[in-house]
Every structure is written in C-alpha cells, then in structure tokens.
C-alpha cells in the first residue's frame, strides 16, 4: 500500500474539469473502462480524467504512451482482461506514464497529440470492461447478515458459520451489464406463505443490493491456493455492484442450494475500474472483533491484512421515480454506508475463495455483498432499509417504497475521501426497472 | 425427435473398429471435442469414430466437408462454441455429411484422403471442448434430494418448493476439467459437530456426483425467456459430468447461501458432447406424476415434453483404487442408474432457468445434478451409496469406501441401449485424487 507520486494530492490535470474538486475522476484516480464512439464500433479501452475519456487504445496504437511493450500491447485490446493479467505492476507503470502526460506540467506538444484522443465522457457508450469469466457474491456484511437473518430467525439471526466463513455464492457472469441498461423485472415462481400452489408470476419484491465488486488480475492454477499475504497481488480494481434481487422468488427457491432465479436476472456495474493503487491512501485496518468474538484461523489472519485489509468507501444508494423525473425532483438519497464496515476484507474473501485451489482468471470478478453499516440509514438494500415492507421509505413526491416499482431508477454512487488525500469516486451504478413480460402459457 | 438416415441402425463404417457392438462410438453417434497432438499444439476439433478420431478442422480446412460456408467456419475453430451457436439444424448438416463421409459405401478415394485426418484416440489429448461460459448444476434426481434430504430432516426429507422448482445452483466454470486430469484433495473449513472451532484441512469426506450436462447451442438475449416448447432447439449435446463434493466442508458452509467452496475446487466432463440428434432414438416420457402429486406449473408443462423430455441414459460408476491397480484388479462398479428417472427433464430445466430473463451464450453448461434412482445400486454418489459412511462398500481387494480415498480413480461411464436402434456411448469421465497440500500458515 505504498503511496507515490500519482497520488499526490497537490497534482492538477491541465484537463480543467478534473482539478474540481467534486469531481470523481481527478488525476489521481484514472480508472480504466472501456467504450465505444458512434463512428467506431470496435470497443476501445479508456481511461477517466474529469469530464473527458482518453481513448486509451488510439493513445496505444499512436505511440504515445511511455510503457513497456507488453502494457501497450494489453491497451490495444477492446476489454482490460489482458492488462489485468499483467497484474498490479504494470498497472502501476501504466497509470504513471497516464499521471504524467495528463498533469499541468506535460508538454504542450504531447498535450495538442493527446487532445485528439479525448471525448466527452457523456457522448460516449461504456461497454462492460471485462470478459468476466466467473462472478462470486459474497455475504461480508455482518450487519447485513444479522439484519436478514433476524426477518427469518428472530431468536437466531446469525448463523454459526458467519464468523468464520467468509460465505458466498457464485453468480451468473452472462447476465451482468453495465450501468444504465434498463433492467426487466422478472418472473418467477412465488409462494407468498410457503403453503398452497406457488404462481408464476411477475416478482412484486424487487429489491437492490448496493456492492463494491473486485477484478482478479494474476490467473493462478488449477489447485493453487492463494495466501492471504499474497491475495491483493491478485486484486487488480474495483468496481459498484447492484446485485438485483427478487425476494419474493429468492424466499420459495432458497432452500436448500441457495439464490438462483431472484438474482440471475441481472447484476449491473458501474464502468469505471478504480484500480487498487488509487485506493491506497483510503486503506484502513480490517473489522475489528470484540472480546470473546472467536479467532480468525491462521489461513485468514496477517497483521497485515488486520492493519491495512480494508477500505473506506462511502457507498449511497438513490431512488427517482418516474414521477420524480417527471416533476424535476432530484434523486432521493435512500442510504450511504461504508464498505470499511465489512466483517471480511477484499484479501480474506479472494484468499478464503482460492482456499481450496479454486483457479482464477484475470477478469474473474467477485463483489462484497450488501454493503450495510449499524444503523438504518446505512442498510444497503430496501429488504433492510424499509424493513420487510413494514417501514416504507417516504419520497419527496409523496409516494412510498417498500421495495422498487417499475420506473424507478436506482443510482449507486461511491467514492473515497479523506483528510490530506484527493478525494476520488467511482461514477455511478445505475439502473431503471421496466414492467415484466405478460405471463402467457 | 426425428429420426433420419445417420440413425440407421444397420450403417456401418468403413472403419472397422466403428462397427464392433460393443464400441461407444459406432457411426450413429459423432460426437464431438477438440483436441491437439504432441505434434500440433493449437487445437483442434474432431469426432469420435470406433477407436479413432477424425480431425474435423482439418477436413473442413482441405475442403473435404459437404455442408454450409457457414458450418464450415465453425469446424476450424479449436472450440466447439461457434459451431454450438449455429443451432441444431446445423448440427444436423454436419452429422448427416460426416455420416455419408464415413460410411462402408463412401467412394474410395474419399477414404483416401479422409485417412490422412484420422487419430488413434488413445494417441491424443483431447481438451475442453467448449469455452464454458457459464455452469449452472441442478438437482433434478427426487431420489437423490430424498435421500440426502432424509440424512438431515430424517422426518422432512423433501422440501416443499422441490415438486414445483427445478432447483439449482451456479457453479464455477474456470475449475472445469477434462477427463483424466487429477484432482487435488482440497483444503477448507470444517467442523465435525457444527459446534466448537472449525479447522483448515483437508476434506475427510470427498465425493463424487455422476451426472449428465447439457451444452447450450444458440443463445438468447437479456430478458429473453425460453418458451418450454423451444427450449429443445437451444439444447446442443450432452456429455458426463462429475461434482467433485466435499461433504464436510459443504455440510459447514452451506447455510444460507448453499454449496461453495464444497464444489468449486473441481467439476470433471467427458471429452465427446453427443448431440442432441443422436439422442433421439433414446427419448423416453417425462417423469410420471403419481395420483396427489401437485400438477406442474404451466410454464414447465408440454405434452410433447410430458411425452419424450426425458432420455434414456445409462450411468454407471466405477473406482479403482491404487491397490486394485497395483494388483490389477479391474476396475469396480459402485452404481448403475438411469436418467430417464429424473424428476425434471433437460427442456424443464431450461425453460426454468430462463424463466426469469437469464440469458445463456453458446457453450454455457447445466449439469443435470446426481443421477440416482430408487434402490441403493442405483445412487450417483457415494454419500448415498454408502449412506453416510454408515455402510461403507466392500471392494475386491477388501478394501471398504465410506467417501473417495487418495489414489482412487472414479470412472463414470454413460450409453443409451434400446431395441432397434445402434447402442451408442459417451466414453468416460475419470479423475485420480492425489493428496492435499500441506497446510501451513
């Protein structure tokens, strides 16, 4: 977690928009996506300054990025998979050579080349970033865990196993899209009391779940563990989650294999690749467990990994409806948690996952799980933040939420600041629920 | 289900080796796989004749191959997914052109050239036929969920959703490997009692799972969901599938999330996906509903599903331990069931997964989840087969097996067989397991 010179706080970008400093994407973050331009229909990787994409490709082809062969080649591709297998060395090499040619101080002449290369980050189509191979969700929140586990068990919320496994479930990789595709709401069987005949039908319980999401770099082997001291030499960037979610679906088909049909609809991300280095003045120590909270075993537990294991990222969660939009009403702040909260950190979770020579490839992504803090305000899905249905979340138009409503949009917002570093964001993760197909026979 | 000329149970080869009655591979079948040899390392796709393999990229590179442009293209490719996206009539082409290629009565010197392109099957290495994209493994045998139901809910053993949701779970695609490859016991949590610490050590309890997956062929879109009637044109072969399990690690971590790091240290395929096509002489009625049992739910209902969803396969298991190796004693069968009993058929399986909008890739895999039947002999795992370890199997060297030792090879073996139509197979699905690592800190 060394710092260096492209975290600088006092670095200013002769881009003007990224020296405001509300801006996500000043010089010291630069996350990698990747887009296309309606001229060009072949995906190119990017790289966000301000209000602006460097088509980092064209940047690429056009040599004029001062980067060994190997990275500048793995730019030329349409998706980061292959600058992710480099692994966080090169993307290091590679932000430096970006931190310097974007900073006040570059070149005049270097500056007039690069301009060419630079949109409009609102003109352009982000495409998902990655070739995600596998997707794994984990369960890291023992807040959220406890919260989910009272509405089902209220004498037993958590289970035995939480505070040793780091629990999780694999994902569908097809089915995750990128922020602002419009998301169906889906069908599927329902048993509203566990008894009778179950419907299909479309899900009356859609809900969100606001998640930090990690991207593999280094591949490891078929059988290979990782360690945990090594397991963020294999994290490359990270990225927002929305887990969407059917819970009505999820409740009947649960038992006994886990979610299936309530989540597989639909995973979105936000686009930009915060990469670890950019992160690394907001690392902060791991969850700390009080007296008589059993032990981490050894496999899970590096001073480390306890010093400097988590992250402080403040994740908010906002609702607008369709008739916010129509009225002009601003998005609704529903939530703002931390992801520093979790009861696991980005490191236990890869680490735990590889345990038993579980293999990865670069692109693999894995997210955290709800993203939920102590109190109701920081509850990172609706299930918990409207408790069940039985607290509804009042809007500002009058109308009410228990879960979402066709036409609702659902913006995640996350970004990272602190005192003596430039603060950095994610962009947003957002998605806008459009009605179920007609059940037909 | 159609039969056509390439079903013909009277067609023989001109290579010998097809027409001997015993072979899985007579001129019926034509499966296909990808494969290289020690002299040529990209791969290669091919198709199991007798005890040969035909070189399907090289015929189709030097213009041997009688079907579409399009198909053509599809054969030089070293995996099996473009030539899956193309569908089933496609598929169809292909068999009917490579069956007239290989028949007794092909012109002479056809033969000729085609020799040039055939393998020793024993001489090559096949390799994963297809880039799996996604892997999704149900648990459609109700004797299965009965029995492993009873071991944990003696009075409850079937939940209640199982009658109406084909249940299922995802699975991780980048630990999925060919036949032949060794597995390594894995590490992982475990706690014996569910009380007191878990340890990190290695499985006690590893297991096998015989199952049947099914290769998707032409894609579907976000959203889209797959009528039960068309849910067949989307499904392009099938192969043996073994879920490595670790019984204790799952037994810990399961709740409430289901099976993780159980089940993702490793799944085994067979090498030849048998086509859709080839199955069909090998059609059988759905499962029967007795008298009180509930109707299924109209999206999983069809009368030509009712009618031939389901398909007679035979599943046999066989170990052989180091010792019956070093004596060579031949190898043991521990179980012989029948798909034709699974509660779900492959197009319910399907229809269900896609119910909800999930969108499927060709090359995305479902695994049917263990083949068991009602008798003991007919279980598809040793959990049930040796109930718990409680009546371990007694082997020809007076070895005993409660769960799979180090140095056990299990060899799952698949073949339909019927009254006027030509006996075809799907090889085998091996694995050798070979210690775990050391655990240390």
Known sequence: MTLNETHNPDLKSWIESANDPETDFPIQNLPFGAFKTP??????LCVAIGDKALDLTSVALNNLLDVSSEIR???TKGFLNQLMSLGNDAASELRLALSRMLRADAPKDLQEKIKHYLFERDKIEMLNPARIGDFTDFYASIYHATNVGSMLRPENPLLPNYKYVPI????????IVITGRKIRRPNGQVNSDDKGEPKYMP?????????????????TGFGQIIPLREAESHIW?????????ARDIQRWEYQPLGPFLSKNFATSISPWIVTMEALAPFRTKAFERGEGEPKLLPYLYSPE??????IDIVIEVYIRTSQMQKQGVAPFRLSRGNFKDMYWTPA?????HASNGCNFHAGDLFASGTVSGKTREEAGCLLERAWRGEEPIELPTGEKRSFVEDGDEIII??????????????GECSGTIIPPFKVGK
């Open 39 to 44: 001229k060009n229909f072949a995906p190119h």
């Open 413 to 426: 917002k996350a970004y990272c600041e602190k005192e003596g570093a430039r603060r950095i964001g994610f």
């Open 305 to 310: 990994n306890a010093k400097h294991g988590g």
């Open 73 to 75: 080649a793995a730019c």
């Open 237 to 245: 960037g990270a990225c927002i989650v929305n887990d969407w979610s």
């Open 203 to 219: 899900s009356r319980r859609l809900d969100y779940e606001a998640e930090i999401g990690f991207f593999v770099g280094t591949s």
């Open 348 to 352: 236990q979770m890869l680490a735990h």
């Open 168 to 175: 999780a479930y694999h994902g569908r990789a097809s089915s």
